[in-house]
């Protein structure tokens, strides 16, 4: 099963994709520290680090040796910090944001996914969203977008929790996934495995912190810290929150990358290590982030897909051109 990323950051969809037997060919990411952990974990992939609204997705399936309609799968996760469930990203639609250590106007970016979905025309097509997506007025756009889709797909949209798929963090996100009506029925419903909820405490198991990494978690200094230290486990002030062992994690965000933050913390009133953010989050314990500094690391797994989920669609994918 062949794969494009669109959008790709350090690669936790590909992961996914990865561990289902697929091929990721190719991805796209315009940050170029994330590109840099992406090329780390994924040598064998041909990554385009560029302004997707530059490349031609024609000479992209070119390089690959691929022709119109044979791709399997064109992954993507345009960010989407305009569908915030807060309400807050509306008011700067259509202006330029920071975004990592770049500026851009993203609220037009999912209709550069469309733009290769519908020149490359794989048989099948995976974006992932927040959960804002599907709320509020957010959901007129959603059905702007879902019409610009070409007319050839059916198309299912999902609200998916990765700790319903053996992840210990709860993370609702929106995954819209399309199929080519050549290649499905009009039955077209993914049959998506779940796993059973594992807890943060559970999943940290035989972790254990450095003296080094401890002294990089340490936020005593931080005028956080009185506040989060008075929380109980599993509390929260507003984006301030302390995990609580006994349940899946709390959603890791980008925000957990800025030191001295309101974001998720440990339970032992620290930051949470980078190796213990890739066991909440469903990634390999040999996936390495020795290119960047622990905040940007942080910061990538926070905007990362879970891989658990992707490698629960992909396999269904898998599944449906198997029986083709």
Not at 110 to 117: D, K, L, M, S
């Amino acid at each position: 099963m062949r794969v494009i990323s669109l959008f790709s950051g350090i690669g936790g969809s590909s992961e996914g994709y990865i561990s289902a037997g697929a091929t990721v060919l190719a991805s796209v990411e315009f940050l170029d520290y994330q590109a840099k952990v992406y090329r780390d974990n994924h040598p064998e992939t041909r990554l385009y680090e560029e302004d997707i609204r530059k490349l031609d997705p024609l000479e992209i399936i070119k390089d690959l040796g691929l022709k119109v309609g044979e791709l399997d799968v064109l992954d993507g996760s345009p960010p989407c910090s305009s569908f915030s469930v807060s309400g807050k990203g509306s008011k700067g639609w259509g202006q330029a944001k920071n975004y990592g250590n770049k500026k851009q106007v993203t609220d037009d970016l999912f209709f550069e996914y469309i733009r290769f979905v519908d020149a490359i025309r794989p048989k099948f097509f995976v974006a992932e969203n927040v959960k804002g997506l599907i709320l509020g007025n957010n959901k007129a756009y959603l059905s702007y977008i879902l019409k610009s889709f070409p007319k050839e797909y059916r198309i299912k949209i999902f609200l998916l929790n990765s700790k319903d798929f053996g992840v210990p963090q709860s993370r609702n996100r929106v995954f819209i996934i399309g199929a080519r009506r050549d290649v499905v029925g009009e039955n077209f419903d993914p049959s998506l495995k779940r796993r059973p909820p594992i807890t943060a405490g559970r999943a940290l198991e035989g972790i254990v912190p450095t003296k080094a990494e401890l002294e990089e978690a340490n936020i005593e200094k931080y005028s956080i810290y009185p506040k989060l230290k008075a929380l109980k486990a599993g509390e929260s002030a507003f984006n301030l929150v302390k995990a609580n062992p006994y349940r899946p994690s709390p959603t890791i965000t980008a925000t957990i990358g800025g030191r001295g933050s309101n974001a998720l913390h440990h339970w032992d009133n620290r930051r949470f290590t980078v190796a213990e953010l890739k066991r909440l989050a469903g990634i390999r314990d040999d996936f390495t982030f020795d290119s960047v500094d622990p905040n940007r690391a942080r910061e990538g797994i926070g905007r990362a897909v879970t891989p658990p989920v992707t490698e629960a669609i992909a396999n269904s994918i898998k599944e449906i051109l198997e029986n083709d």
